[in-house]
């Protein structure tokens, strides 16, 4: 009944930009933090990024300064804005969100990854 429904990816050369967005939908009654991670080919799945209900953030040391996560909480949407990014960035990003449909009921969501190349 509920879903992460992502938007973006593709291919870029590097040095270039991409915005990656990240929408819940279906019976949500709240959402607490919301995140984005990446997982390369041979690699373990890694954190990008969080934003709390707050809007406190935090980054993996790899993409301070050149990534910025936001979210908009009347929308149920997360965005990843990705600048001067580099081939070591290339990865199957998911989205991630603490989704609650009602007081009592919590589950983690995962989006269906969108795929992120970037062009040495």
């Known amino acids: 009944q509920v879903q992460l429904v992502e938007s973006g990816g593709g291919l870029v050369q590097a040095g270039g930009s991409l915005r990656l967005s990240c929408a819940a939908s279906g019976r949500i009654f709240s959402i607490n933090a919301m995140g984005w991670y990446r997982q390369a080919p041979g690699k373990q799945r890694e954190l990008v990024a969080t934003?709390?209900?707050?809007?406190?953030?935090n980054y993996a040391d790899s993409v301070k300064g050149r990534f910025t996560i936001s979210r908009d909480n009347a929308k149920n949407t997360v965005y990843l804005q990705m600048n001067s990014l580099k081939p070591e960035d290339t990865a199957l990003y998911y989205c991630?969100?603490?989704?609650?449909?009602?007081?009592?009921?919590?589950?983690?969501?995962w989006g269906q990854g969108t795929l992120v190349t970037v062009a040495s």
């Open positions: 991630n969100a603490g989704v609650y449909t009602a007081p009592l009921a919590y589950l983690e969501l």
């Open positions: 934003v709390s209900r707050g809007g406190i953030t």
